[in-house]
Protein backbone atom coordinates (compact mmCIF):
# COMPACT_ATOMS: atom_id res chain seq x y z
CA UNK A 1 0.00 0.00 0.00
CA UNK A 2 1.25 3.46 -0.63
CA UNK A 3 2.10 6.07 2.00
CA UNK A 4 -1.15 8.37 1.28
CA UNK A 5 -3.41 5.60 0.65
CA UNK A 6 -2.19 4.19 4.12
CA UNK A 7 -2.58 7.84 5.62
CA UNK A 8 -5.83 7.73 4.11
CA UNK A 9 -7.22 4.39 5.67
CA UNK A 10 -5.43 5.15 9.27
CA UNK A 11 -7.52 8.09 9.43
CA UNK A 12 -10.95 6.90 8.51
CA UNK A 13 -10.63 4.69 11.06
CA UNK A 14 -9.55 6.99 13.91
CA UNK A 15 -12.44 9.66 13.12
CA UNK A 16 -15.06 7.61 12.51
CA UNK A 17 -17.70 6.80 9.18
CA UNK A 18 -19.77 10.21 10.21
CA UNK A 19 -16.58 12.21 10.62
CA UNK A 20 -15.07 10.82 7.78
CA UNK A 21 -18.24 12.08 5.61
CA UNK A 22 -18.21 15.78 7.20
CA UNK A 23 -14.26 15.83 6.61
CA UNK A 24 -15.10 14.79 2.88
CA UNK A 25 -17.82 17.23 2.18
CA UNK A 26 -16.27 20.33 3.79
CA UNK A 27 -12.38 19.48 3.23
CA UNK A 28 -11.37 16.67 0.63
CA UNK A 29 -9.39 15.15 2.99
CA UNK A 30 -10.19 12.09 5.68
CA UNK A 31 -7.72 14.65 8.18
CA UNK A 32 -7.70 13.16 11.86
CA UNK A 33 -6.40 15.30 14.52
CA UNK A 34 -6.04 17.02 17.91
CA UNK A 35 -8.62 19.43 18.99
CA UNK A 36 -7.32 23.00 19.65
CA UNK A 37 -9.73 25.31 20.38
CA UNK A 38 -13.14 26.40 18.95
CA UNK A 39 -13.57 30.15 18.39
CA UNK A 40 -16.99 32.38 19.47
CA UNK A 41 -18.52 31.32 16.23
CA UNK A 42 -18.57 27.46 16.81
CA UNK A 43 -15.74 26.47 14.30
CA UNK A 44 -13.35 23.92 15.56
CA UNK A 45 -9.59 24.14 15.11
CA UNK A 46 -7.42 21.05 14.93
CA UNK A 47 -3.85 20.24 14.24
CA UNK A 48 -2.02 16.57 13.83
CA UNK A 49 2.08 17.31 14.19
CA UNK A 50 2.85 13.54 12.98
CA UNK A 51 5.15 14.17 9.76
CA UNK A 52 3.86 10.50 8.57
CA UNK A 53 0.47 11.37 8.51
CA UNK A 54 0.38 14.49 7.14
CA UNK A 55 2.36 16.80 4.72
CA UNK A 56 4.28 20.11 6.14
CA UNK A 57 2.05 22.76 5.80
CA UNK A 58 -1.33 21.07 6.06
CA UNK A 59 -0.72 20.33 10.02
CA UNK A 60 -3.46 22.55 10.73
CA UNK A 61 -7.05 23.19 9.58
CA UNK A 62 -10.42 24.13 10.22
CA UNK A 63 -13.84 22.74 10.47
CA UNK A 64 -16.43 25.54 9.79
CA UNK A 65 -19.80 25.10 11.97
CA UNK A 66 -21.82 26.97 8.48
CA UNK A 67 -21.79 25.24 5.21
CA UNK A 68 -21.53 28.66 3.39
CA UNK A 69 -17.93 29.68 4.49
CA UNK A 70 -15.60 31.43 3.46
CA UNK A 71 -11.71 32.56 4.96
CA UNK A 72 -13.94 36.37 6.21
CA UNK A 73 -14.84 33.80 8.95
CA UNK A 74 -12.01 33.46 10.83
CA UNK A 75 -10.98 35.43 13.39
CA UNK A 76 -7.26 37.15 13.10
CA UNK A 77 -6.34 35.30 16.50
CA UNK A 78 -7.16 31.72 14.88
CA UNK A 79 -5.75 32.98 11.22
CA UNK A 80 -2.35 33.73 12.87
CA UNK A 81 -1.90 29.79 14.20
CA UNK A 82 -3.31 28.84 10.76
CA UNK A 83 -0.81 30.64 9.03
CA UNK A 84 1.77 29.64 11.06
CA UNK A 85 2.26 32.89 12.47
CA UNK A 86 1.89 32.17 16.31
CA UNK A 87 2.76 29.01 17.54
CA UNK A 88 0.72 28.55 19.99
CA UNK A 89 -3.55 28.62 19.64
CA UNK A 90 -5.50 31.65 21.24
CA UNK A 91 -6.96 29.30 23.62
CA UNK A 92 -3.71 28.38 25.30
CA UNK A 93 -1.78 31.56 24.71
CA UNK A 94 -0.50 33.33 27.54
CA UNK A 95 -0.23 36.48 25.89
CA UNK A 96 -3.58 36.09 23.96
CA UNK A 97 -5.03 35.53 27.35
CA UNK A 98 -3.56 38.41 29.63
CA UNK A 99 -3.99 41.47 26.62
CA UNK A 100 -6.92 43.47 26.57
CA UNK A 101 -8.24 44.13 23.74
CA UNK A 102 -8.92 47.81 23.72
CA UNK A 103 -12.70 49.79 24.14
CA UNK A 104 -12.17 51.15 20.89
CA UNK A 105 -11.58 48.05 18.50
CA UNK A 106 -14.90 46.60 17.70
CA UNK A 107 -16.09 42.81 18.19
CA UNK A 108 -15.04 40.93 15.24
CA UNK A 109 -17.10 40.61 12.15
CA UNK A 110 -16.90 38.44 8.59
CA UNK A 111 -16.76 40.34 5.67
CA UNK A 112 -20.35 40.26 4.33
CA UNK A 113 -19.67 41.92 0.84
CA UNK A 114 -21.66 40.56 -1.58
CA UNK A 115 -24.28 39.13 1.05
CA UNK A 116 -27.46 41.37 1.80
CA UNK A 117 -26.00 42.51 5.18
CA UNK A 118 -22.98 44.37 3.21
CA UNK A 119 -22.87 48.00 3.87
CA UNK A 120 -24.20 50.22 0.84
CA UNK A 121 -23.84 53.58 1.14
CA UNK A 122 -26.67 56.27 -0.12
CA UNK A 123 -26.33 59.68 -1.72
CA UNK A 124 -27.48 62.70 -0.10
CA UNK A 125 -26.60 65.29 -2.96
CA UNK A 126 -28.80 65.76 -6.26
CA UNK A 127 -27.73 63.55 -9.55
CA UNK A 128 -26.11 65.91 -12.27
CA UNK A 129 -27.36 63.81 -14.77
CA UNK A 130 -31.32 62.51 -14.70
CA UNK A 131 -32.51 59.38 -17.45
CA UNK A 132 -34.58 60.86 -20.27
CA UNK A 133 -38.16 60.37 -19.68
CA UNK A 134 -40.09 61.03 -23.32
CA UNK A 135 -42.74 62.89 -23.29
CA UNK A 136 -45.65 61.27 -25.18
CA UNK A 137 -47.40 63.71 -27.64
CA UNK A 138 -50.70 63.82 -29.60
CA UNK A 139 -50.12 62.20 -33.10
CA UNK A 140 -51.03 63.86 -36.23
CA UNK A 141 -51.83 67.84 -35.36
CA UNK A 142 -55.01 69.46 -36.17
CA UNK A 143 -55.32 69.06 -39.55
CA UNK A 144 -55.03 65.19 -39.25
CA UNK A 145 -58.81 65.70 -37.58
CA UNK A 146 -60.34 67.07 -39.84
Given at each position: ??????????N???????Q??R??W?????K?G??MG?????????E????E??????Q?????????????Q????W?????????D?P??????I???R??WI??W?E????T??A???Y?TT???F??W?P?V?QR???S??A
Open positions: MSNSLWRYVKVQAMGFKYIAMYIGDAHKLEDQFGNKYYNLNPQETPGRRWIDFTQHDFNASVPPEHAWLNHIRKPSSDFHLQASPKGPRNLTGRGFKTSKPKFPEKGGGPAS
